[in-house]
């Protein structure tokens, strides 16, 4: 089975302030892949990162980084210096190998006030 | 270059009516996907496809939902005799052949059953 949680529905922070959103996964595959989306207000998934299970390294982009911890079956999302743009309902997916469908869990709806 | 399309943006029916929701992905992207968004289920995969084929349609609810895909192409996701749970927004993705390729998401058809 795969299952992806998000226990985090909703997270409010003031702009600049450094927030980590919470991801974790269920499968019983050794190999698979995770994702992060982003869905603005506008309503369009936007893709943010893909990380397959054999690479455990922690990623940078910008203001996001990821960090990928198969012992915990985790694989986190930080926004640091958060800005109001960052507002929007944040999705983490995985998807097995074998399978092409995308399994998403709940979202966490960052709010970042000015 | 273009992101995928769907059309209509929106569409509200009546209950018992059929409806067909379009998608065109991004030029060159051989597998196709189909997604719901609803307030009660979150993010669902509903059917994909490669090229013409469907190898799995395993998200779809009930044998009132169909979709083609034509061309290697253009794809039209068919709901019959709506119902009123059949509300939400439909989400269409596409990505090139690799499978570890991530997907690339349209805008979404928010469908309404009155």
């Known amino acids: 089975a795969q299952k992806v949680t998000q226990a985090q529905t909703e997270i409010s922070v003031v702009e600049k302030e450094d927030v980590t959103l919470d991801c974790v996964y269920e499968?019983?595959?050794?190999?698979?892949?995770l994702f992060w989306y982003k869905q603005p207000p506008s309503g369009e998934l936007v893709f943010l990162i893909r990380r397959n299970s054999f690479d455990e390294q922690n990623e940078i982009s910008g203001r996001y980084s990821w960090n990928f911890q198969k012992s915990t079956s985790s694989f986190n999302f930080t926004i640091t210096a958060s800005q109001v743009v960052d507002s929007a309902v944040y999705f983490c997916?995985?998807?097995?190998?074998?399978?092409?469908?995308?399994?998403f869990g709940t979202g966490t709806r960052l709010l970042v006030s000015p | 270059g273009a992101g995928v399309s769907q059309s209509p943006s929106n569409k509200v029916t009546e209950k018992g009516k059929d409806v067909e929701l379009r998608c065109d992905p991004i030029s060159g992207h051989t597998a196709l996907y189909w997604y719901r968004q609803s307030l009660g289920q979150g993010l669902e995969f509903l059917i994909y496809?490669?090229?013409?084929?469907?190898?799995?349609k395993s998200g779809l609810p009930s044998d009132r939902f169909s979709a083609e895909r034509t061309g290697g192409s253009v794809s039209t996701l068919t709901i019959q005799r709506t119902q009123q749970e059949d509300s939400a927004v439909y989400l269409c993705?596409?990505?090139?052949?690799?499978?570890?390729?991530?997907?690339?998401f349209g805008p979404g058809t928010r469908l309404t059953v009155l």
């Open positions: 496809f490669q090229g013409n084929s469907a190898p799995d």
């Open positions: 993705a596409s990505s090139e052949m690799l499978a570890d390729n991530e997907q690339f």
């Open positions: 499968t019983r595959d050794t190999t698979y892949y």
């Open positions: 997916a995985l998807r097995n190998t074998g399978f092409q469908k995308l399994v």
